[in-house]
């Protein structure tokens, strides 16, 4: 458990205008290694994630293993893209960490139960919560998880997602903390692209057209 005022606390997190008091924390590593060793990235989207999606996600995330400064990659432990970044960045030995909207002590959705395990068991990744244990998965609390990977990201990017969406709200708050936003254009037809497309037309995204234009940026 960090409080706010403990020196291990998430600096990035503190910059924050409402940072959770408290952080429950669970990994094989200690906070400083997890939180401040090296940039961090959110890659969020839909859950109902595209075969287009899917490879994208994967390609990016495995992508950042050739940046200078190789990122961790943060999200947050629900089905669809979610639990693609993460498994792509295990798969390239790069750290993630899951923020969760239940307790430490439990895992929603619980048949990712294994890739928690996975998760917290890799040097340097972690989970995340700042739900007290015992706090049963509720749709507020997805809501308010939110923040806590925007205010832990230097940048959070948009795989794929409809005009409305969890994604999208974690890409507004991002853009509120002043983090750099970035989402992947898809089809003007395809729903699953509706909010990416959207963010790029009000310029309230960079347009991710290659791994290279990304590193670059």
């Not at 940039?39 to 950042?64: F, L």
């Not at 629900?78 to 239940?102: E, K, Q, S, W, Y």
């Amino acid at each position: 458990m960090l409080c706010i005022e403990d020196e291990r606390y998430p600096e990035l997190l503190k910059e924050c205008e409402d940072p959770p008091a408290v952080l429950y924390v669970k990994s094989v590593s200690p906070p400083e290694e997890v939180f401040t060793s090296r940039p961090a990235v959110g890659v969020v989207g839909t859950r109902d994630i595209t075969s287009y999606g899917k490879e994208w996600c994967t390609k990016i995330v495995s992508g950042m293993g050739s940046a200078d400064r190789k990122p961790v990659i943060i999200s947050g432990l629900a089905t669809g893209t979610d639990i693609t970044a993460h498994m792509a960045a295990l798969d390239a030995g790069r750290p993630t960490i899951a923020v969760m909207a239940t307790g430490i002590d439990s895992v929603y959705p619980f048949r990712h139960g294994w890739y928690a395990e996975r998760i917290c068991g890799s040097p340097g990744s972690a989970l995340v919560t700042d739900y007290p244990p015992g706090t049963v998965p509720r749709a507020i609390n997805f809501l308010r998880r939110n923040r806590i990977i925007a205010g832990l990201s230097e940048s959070v990017i948009l795989i794929e997602s409809r005009k409305k969406g969890g994604g999208m709200l974690t890409c507004s708050l991002a853009a509120s903390y002043n983090r750099d936003v970035y989402a992947l254009p898809g089809r003007i037809d395809d729903p699953f692209s509706e909010g990416c497309n959207e963010l790029i037309a009000r310029k309230a995204a960079e347009a991710v057209t290659g791994i290279n234009s990304l590193l670059d940026s």
